[in-house]
T-cell receptor, first 111, second 110 residues
Framework: DAGITQSPRYKITETGRQVTLMCHQT?????MFWYRQDLGHGLRLIYY???????DKGEVPDGYVVSRSKTENFPLTLESATRSQTSVYFC??????????FGNGTRLTVT | GQQVMQIPQYQHVQEGEDFTTYCNSS?????IQWYKQRPGGHPVFLIQ?????EVKKQKRLTFQFGEAKKNSSLHITATQTTDVGTYFC??????????FGRGTQLTVWP
């Protein structure tokens, strides 16, 4: 959907480096989410945010940090990347229990 | 915590055959949502079910929500090659979070 964009689309980084994945939405949705997708595990929730300055952990938050100073942005930071964080990362937004709108994803490889 | 289980993980069918995927939750859900992800793409919303026992149809797709609001199914009648992809169910909690099953990857042989 054109209303939610993720950057970069592809990223290769080395173990131990910090990397930030960006997510921007233009709908002013209250909720934003970060999921990671790995073969055999489906979509797993990393962090979510119900509004600006409100964030909470999902199923697999370890090793990740998020912030939401503005409603439209929800960056995800890997403070010290590990190989196990190689994955496809999807950002999504919604209003409460309404459907999620996903971005196109970021394919991250940690070498 | 909330868990959503989805089966089967893979399904291979010949074009024209029917397909069903099942979703079960360990807790009562506020709603359930179904998404389709084409290879290389991102999940795209199909439908949301909210009421106990609800049944909704979209052309060849039929979605059901169980009476106890803990299970759901997606049935595709007479599959076509355009149905190829991974189908995910997402269980909604009252806090606005959505927990997904592992998905069912559908392959359709022409």
């Amino acid at each position: 959907d054109a209303g939610i964009t993720q950057s970069p689309r592809y990223k290769i980084t080395e173990t131990g480096r910090q990397v930030t994945l960006m997510c921007h939405q233009t709908w002013s949705h209250s909720y934003m989410f970060w999921y990671r997708q790995d073969l055999g595990h489906g979509l797993r929730l990393i962090y979510y945010s119900a509004a600006a300055d409100i964030t909470d952990k999902g199923e697999v938050p370890d090793g990740y940090v998020v912030s939401r100073s503005k409603t439209e942005n929800f960056p995800l930071t890997l403070e010290s990347a590990t190989r196990s964080q190689t994955s496809v990362y999807f950002c999504a937004s919604s209003e409460g229990n309404s459907p999620l709108h996903f971005g196109n994803g970021t394919r991250l490889t940690v070498t | 915590g909330q868990q959503v289980m989805q089966i089967p993980q893979y399904q291979h069918v010949q074009e024209g055959e029917d397909f069903t995927t099942y979703c079960n939750s360990s807790t009562t859900l506020s709603n359930i949502q179904w998404y389709k992800q084409r290879p290389g793409g991102h999940p795209v919303f199909l439908i949301q079910l909210v009421k106990s026992g609800e049944v909704k149809k979209q052309k060849r797709l039929t979605f059901q929500f169980g009476e106890a609001k803990k299970n759901s199914s997606l049935h595709i009648t007479a599959t076509q090659t355009t149905d190829v992809g991974t189908y995910f169910c997402g269980g909604g909690s009252t806090l606005g979070r959505l927990y997904f099953g592992r998905g069912t990857q559908l392959t359709v042989w022409p």
